[in-house]
């Protein structure tokens, strides 16, 4: 039997009621509509991937708790932290504070477990915890790159573009934050321009600064604009990525940020990126152990700014190469260790951040999608709720790549169906069908088939599923050449979300005068 | 702190002696040695990951029962199958077979849960069942491709390069089948030089002919002339993997090459092959419904042909565009299907094969990894302990590539490493080297890291993780193009498993006597 002999049969008008939508849908770089698409953002509707035993989580987390006690955490240029570190008990000897055994986890205890993020458009708000998985975009490239231009420096440019391709995807939930560094302006107005951008361009929910408290403050203002200020004291609006510098270092830059979000009830993001074998052990469960403590650390530091305000508990493992010393990503270790790590987070009853899509190589080819397929599906996998860097990175970090970012994207359609797991109810056991059917004939035509097919399968707007002899008179193009076509036609498409006039003005008069207050600074 | 600044500090002479071996090792294709490399094969040490509940697999099972029972499968020219179904209390009417629910289960139960595949070299033999997880090469393409020369139909050269490269591989264990179909030899006699370049090239364990009763008899008489009769009777040391004519349809030819391999006591591997939408239901349970009914219908024809004979559970569900009407591979819904066939395959208390690494490219490029890495980690994470199409796999099935065969046998290197989990035990847990580093220093030169780095990270032999100028200046190579020079030099430096005179004169001798027999066919 011959599938591509007997689609002939499904009636072409039966074929145009795809939802999603045609070549149109397929032009805006939809493909068709899994069924896990009722909110905007999954709900996963299967398991956690729960790799260790409990006898083996208890060892990790009594390690934590050892480093905790025994070697501490430094906590560099934060008079304040140092001073709610005293107050809360824990021993402060110089800038080094040590932890008792469960000194953490009770602290812990006033985080939620789950939290919204309220998005411009509520419509778009997001669930964060729970069995709720949220995509955003990469975070952090100094580089972007595309086929035709190859590698450059990020502009504020290339920052609007990304964010127009995000708000442009049906398949990401998020507007992410610094999606790439927009090096042509200045590095102490930059937040400005990019927080903007997110408001302007994207009605979804964002992320502000986190390179100084003043630029997380300007943030939370700008978003105070929008929100309106009592609402964003009640309410999350935006999200702040701070970063530990390990092993077992908060520097003052970082914690100041994380205080400033948490003080404004707005949710830090707390992130040790451990490569192992320079910043944490070369071996998984003591970089595990490493990160637990750092996150408890820098998590709990939050609530002691102020109780109950929401907290992500983070975590970027990675490897190197030690023959060459580069870092390595989309590597086997972090992938299996980060399940672990979802465990250690849901005993925490913590929301958990997991990094996404990620690869070293310098182009979007097999291994850029071989090691982001890997850690994707380790993200999905290990219960992540907020899941950075689901789209865009190469270059091991440094570069977002506009091909890849829409490869990503197309990606993450795939895993809402994927993530709607198998549903197992009458209809879908389809007894019905067999019977119509019997034995050695062909299902295309049946009524079971007639009434699922729209929603039955992921079809992606990348991939190229002709036969080799269609495939070859069409140009024979490659996965690369097709993004390419893709995220320019996405950009032609792009049309921006309403904003109302007001809003707008006082948004760029608070840009104009705060970027008036200073000299620009350029490094 | 910048991991390629520090790793100076690793002494040459210790970098020198890792595991697999620096430039050699790496020429070879092998990359690195993880730590699951013990045995000629992989135990795992993760769970399978279990996504349905109990009372989910409950209603598939039953569906399955009430398929066989009130449907039934068809039974096609083999009047020996349908005598056994009689004797053994199913209702045949005409080819027509129907079964009373329980009565598969309670045949299988003869079948082992485990057993041994024998190779020439008695150092690769395998376990198949259980923990054991086994990686063979693709199976059953009438083309090959390359990037020199596209795509051609293969040659019996091109079938024992991919013996070689696969013997070459210490990330693969298994020489596989029909790796491609060898065009240029007839027909009716290609499978004696099929099983003749896996004796002879290779030394790892097999697949024979199916095609026909007679080629699996003389697959088997082969193995005969290499092991011993009696120990063939006693032993398994050839699989042969017979496909069902889905839906709820048996082929003579099938089961007759079934009952051959199960009458010399050789395994069976029973493989429904649905497309969604085509041969079989368009929802995901009731195809997982049918291709139970139909594997335990084959599965159970193996222990009525021979008690406690050898079989695997096998399935290869697959999707489809219903807007292009072609097959479509790598896709969420059937990677997620999978993870239940595996549910249902332990219950039965039968080995599993699983379809590993596919995907509808022409090309060794994005889409063909991002969808062969998404569909291999299915087969891994549903528990398969063999998995067939491991590596090579272009073109929906259609093609293997020179340059995907090398790209997916280093991936299942990254799998080794994957599968070996992450151990918990006080090297690894690393407090010591907490205490020996302290807070802001770097593990680069720590006591830990010099112990344990050698076989701490995968390092992919594919993978180019050179900082970006490095790579320009390089040459801007794709992970395609490395390919292609890794499967030139693979086969520059394969060096034949050695085999007695003896053996190798009366194989040859067979092949000439039984190829005499018969005038060439050519379709």
């Known amino acids: 039997m011959d599938a591509v002999d007997v689609i002939a049969e499904v009636p072409t008008s039966a074929r145009k009621r795809e939802r999603g939508g045609g070549r149109d849908g397929r032009r805006a770089g939809q493909g068709n509509r899994p069924p896990n698409r009722t909110t905007p953002y999954i709900m996963r509707n299967i398991p956690t991937y729960d790799v260790l035993g409990e006898e083996s989580l208890i060892r990790i987390e009594d390690t934590a708790d050892r480093i905790l006690a025994e070697i501490g955490i430094e906590f560099r240029d934060d008079p304040v932290a140092l001073e709610h570190w005293k107050s809360a008990g824990a021993s402060v000897e110089g800038l080094l504070v040590k932890f008792e055994p469960g000194m953490l986890r009770e602290i812990l205890k006033s985080a939620p477990a789950t939290f919204t993020q309220h998005a411009r458009n509520p419509a778009n708000n997001i669930e964060i915890g729970g069995k709720s998985v949220v995509f955003a975009p990469a975070y952090g490239s100094p ?91 009640r309410n999350c609006v935006i999200l702040g990525n701070v970063n530990v510098n390990s092993p077992l270092v908060w520097d003052g830059t970082m914690t100041n940020a994380l205080r400033a979000y948490a003080r ?135 570069a977002m790549s506009y091909e890849k970012f829409v490869m990503d994207a197309d990606f993450c359609g795939a895993l809402h169906s994927y993530l709607a797991g198998v549903v197992v109810d009458d209809n879908t056991l389809a007894l019905d069908a067999f019977r119509e059917v019997g034995v050695g004939k062909h299902f295309l035509g049946c009524a079971h088939t007639m009434e699922n097919y729209q929603t039955a399968f992921w079809d992606s707007s990348i991939a190229d599923n002709e036969p080799f002899e269609k495939w070859d008179t069409a140009g024979r193009t490659d996965a690369a050449s097709r993004a390419n076509q893709r995220w320019k036609q996405m950009l032609a498409d792009y049309q921006a979300p309403p904003m109302d006039e007001a809003t707008d003005e006082a948004l760029l008069d608070y840009v104009e005068r705060t970027k008036a207050t200073q000299a620009d600074a350029w490094y």
Not at 379 to 396: P, Y
């Open 143 to 233: 580089f972007v790159m595309d086929l035709d231009k190859g590698r450059r420096y990020g502009t504020i440019e290339d920052f609007r573009n990304f964010i127009k391709l995000a708000q442009s995807s049906p398949w990401l939930h998020h507007s992410g934050g610094t999606i790439c560094e927009p090096v042509d302006v200045p590095v102490n107005k930059r937040h400005l321009d990019m927080v903007y951008s997110h408001l302007k361009y994207s009605d979804r929910c964002f992320m502000g600064s986190v390179t100084a408290e003043s630029r997380a403050e300007e943030s939370i203002e700008m978003a105070r604009i929008v929100f309106g200020r009592d609402f964003v004291d």
């Open 264 to 398: 404004a009830n707005q949710a830090a993001v707390i992130v040790p990126f451990i490569l192992g074998g320079a910043m944490g052990p070369v071996t998984s469960a003591g970089a595990i152990a490493q990160s637990l403590a750092e996150t408890m650390a820098g998590c709990a530091l939050t609530q002691l700014e102020r109780k109950g305000a929401p907290v992500i508990f983070g975590n970027f493992l990675s490897s190197m190469s030690l023959r060459s010393g580069s870092p390595t990503f989309g590597t086997p270790e972090p992938a299996i260790g980060s399940m672990v790590i979802g465990q250690l987070a849901r005993r925490l009853n913590l929301p958990l951040r997991c990094a996404g899509n990620f690869s070293n190589s310098k182009l979007p080819d097999a291994q850029a999608m071989n090691e982001g397929t890997m850690s994707m599906l380790s993200a999905v996998h290990c219960g992540a709720n907020f899941i950075l860097h689901s789209a865009g990175f190469l270059d091991g970090l440094l």
